[in-house]
Every structure is written in structure tokens, then in C-alpha cells.
């Protein structure tokens, strides 16, 4: 399968972001047109629900720190709902701790910012691929771990 092919079999997959800082939106939003996905960003929402039925997203990637609700708890919600919780959530944030202290609020990867383009994107195919594998504190460990290995 050739690069091209790949992004055309892509194509017809949505992502959904919320996340409210302008700046990364805009970046998220440019990589993933460019890798053939559909793309609806939110800066935040009030019924997480509505989204999903207007979009019908194959993954929603959400922002932990939100006005109003955190995107742990909408990640909850998703993966309490017999009609979303087969769908990938990968919650990011600045403040990785946040999973250690509260839970992984059931989503299936978590990513800590600032992150690396081609990390996102492998942790999305991954999610999407293995839609039904959930994110464990022994692999926030495992990576951990290995970060402070890079900046010995």
C-alpha cells in the first residue's frame, strides 16, 4: 500500500478535537487534513453528545483542562454510553499527573504536551486500529521512565 492510498483509505475518517488553545487547534487541524482525515474542532462543549451525532467521529481527541468540564469527565461520559464507548478518546494535557491522581477516565491513550507530531499521529493509527484497548497507569509509567532516560 503506497502513502497516497493510505491517506485515501483514511479519508473518510472523522476526528473530533476539543481543545481551546487557538494555536494548537489550528496545527491539529492542518496535520490532519494534510494525513486525509475529517476534521471538526470545539473549544469546548456542553453536550458532548450532540457533537457526536452531528460528526459520528471515529476518534475524538480532547484536552484534559476545559472551560467548564474537564475532558476527563467527557471521556467518561463517552465510555459510559453504550452508543460511544467503542469510539478511541485520547485525552492530552500539559499536566500529566492528572491521570495518576484521578484515573484514566477509561480513554484509550493519553499524551502529554507538549508532544511530537509523529507521536499524535502514531498514537491515533494506534487507537484507531485497536479501538478497544484502554490506556493503564503501568504504560504512563513506562513512559515516564523512558523520558527521564532521554534527559539523563
Known sequence: MTELSEKKERKSQNILIIENDDDLVELLEELFSYEGYQVRCYKDTNDIFSLMEDFKPDIVLVDYLLPGINGGELCAQLKRDPSTKHIPVVIFSAYSQVLLSLGSYGCNAFISKPFELSSLLNQINKCLENP????????????????AGVNE
Not at 478497544?132 to 523520558?147: N, P
Open 132 to 147: 478497544s484497548k484502554i490506556f493503564t497507569e503501568k504504560e504512563f509509567d513506562k513512559k515516564t521512565s523512558a523520558s
